[in-house]
């Protein structure tokens, strides 16, 4: 069974008709998953079962209400996707919440069935239907749904009804990337360096950063890219993440090519 499959099984199950309904902590309880917060050197979030019931651990250290539900989610994946597996103990690292293009199968699924449970395609596609594409609608959908702008936006990317990129650096480098199936250009190597010519670049040079959106030449992203080429132009806005010394960036097509 898919990710997606296991999250709509329980929201099938549970007669949840609408994120509002959802309550994780309750679904967990009643699927004998206990969830207890501590302090955790290494990891964001823990789970530990045998046959039939587990015990959750989540970090004290997280204070954002989208990020303690989306890593209690994940870790309740990881249970319904691998619990018949001979590997009963997991922990689960910030990167491997945040990034959504793991090299790790089982931390992409535990991501993929978060976000079904979370953000359920029929309700994320009625809420999006008819909007324009920027940050705005994101941080809208992030508040409805209560979860990260990073979630929130990387569920964009991969059902939403226009082409875009989503781009998370830190540092002035870029830890992840993803990409509509329809968004031109797919290739930005892990650990490029944020370019002058993105308003991203002035976050990480300790400058003022433009928030409302730009355009901007594809190749100050896409310079790698063999299909880009000097002519093409993209949107590009940014927010940033100081507490993580991050940017998320949002990329979209332009009239101008």
């Known amino acids: 069974m898919k990710p997606e499959e296991h999250a709509t099984r329980l929201i099938e199950e549970y007669c949840i008709e609408s994120p509002k309904d959802l309550v994780v902590e ?9 969830i207890k917060e501590t302090p955790l050197k290494n990891f964001l ?10 015990l959750i651990t989540i970090s004290s250290d997280i204070k954002e209400t989208g990020q303690r539900k989306f890593t209690i989610t994940h870790e309740m994946g990881h249970y319904f996707i691998e619990r018949n597996r001979p590997e009963r103990l997991r922990g689960c690292k910030a990167e491997d919440l945040s990034s959504f293009k793991s ?3 089982n931390e992409e699924n535990a991501n993929i069935f978060a976000a079904e449970l979370l953000m359920h395609r029929p309700w994320f596609n009625d809420f999006i239907v008819k909007r324009e594409i920027n940050f705005e609608l994101l941080k809208e959908t992030a508040n409805y749904f209560n979860v990260s702008l990073s979630a929130a936006a990387f569920r964009y ?4 009804k226009y082409p ?9 480098v870029v830890k992840w990337s993803a990409f509509h199936d329809y968004f031109p250009f ?12 993105s308003a991203a670049y002035d976050f990480f040079a300790g400058k003022t950063m433009q928030t409302c959106f730009d355009l901007i030449p594809a190749k100050v992203w896409f310079a790698e890219d063999l299909k880009c080429r000097a002519t093409t132009y993209l949107y590009e806005q940014n927010v940033a993440m100081p507490n993580y010394n ?5 990329l979209w097509e332009s009239e101008f090519v």
Do not use: C, H, Q
């Open 26 to 34: 309750e679904i967990a309880a009643a699927e004998n998953l206990f």
């Open 45 to 54: 979030g823990m789970i530990n079962y045998k046959e039939g019931y587990g």
């Open 103 to 105: 090299v790790l199968r």
């Open 157 to 160: 990317v991969n059902i939403g």
């Open 164 to 172: 875009t990129a989503v781009i998370y650096s830190k540092n002035g």
């Open 186 to 197: 797919k290739f930005i190597p892990k650990g490029y360096k944020v370019r002058k010519d």
């Open 246 to 250: 991050a940017v998320l960036t949002l």
